[in-house]
């Protein structure tokens, strides 16, 4: 059963850092390109960052560039965001996705407030 399951979700102020994880199991996750996606109140899902599976190629949307790193460890089937210098517009729930699939991780909330 592929699974997956995303984690590091809270609160932080503004300019503030969280490190998301999504731990992913099923599938042979060492060979797909994962995403991260995000979906603020109101507001439709967006892509926020990819990674193909040798972590050579890293793309990021526009509002993140320079403030959130995609990472991938192949060996523990985990991928993760870190994410700096957090804005409240950065609120939003979470999802890591792989695309290959069509599989959405539950999500994970991020606040961004004072």
């Known amino acids: 059963q592929v699974q997956l399951v995303e984690s590091g979700g809270g609160l932080v102020q503004p300019g503030g850092s969280l490190r998301l994880s999504c731990a992913v199991s099923g599938f042979a996750f060492s060979l797909y390109t994962m995403n991260w996606y995000r979906q603020a109140p109101g507001k439709e899902r967006e892509l926020v960052a990819t990674i193909n599976p040798s972590s050579s190629t890293r793309n990021y949307a526009d509002p993140v560039k320079g403030r959130f790193t995609i990472s991938r460890d192949n060996a523990r089937m985990t991928v993760y965001l870190q994410m700096n210098s957090l804005k409240s517009e950065d609120t939003a729930v979470y999802y890591c996705?792989?695309?290959?699939?069509?599989?959405w991780g539950q999500g994970t909330q991020v606040t961004v407030s004072s």
């Open positions: 996705y792989a695309p290959v699939l069509r599989i």
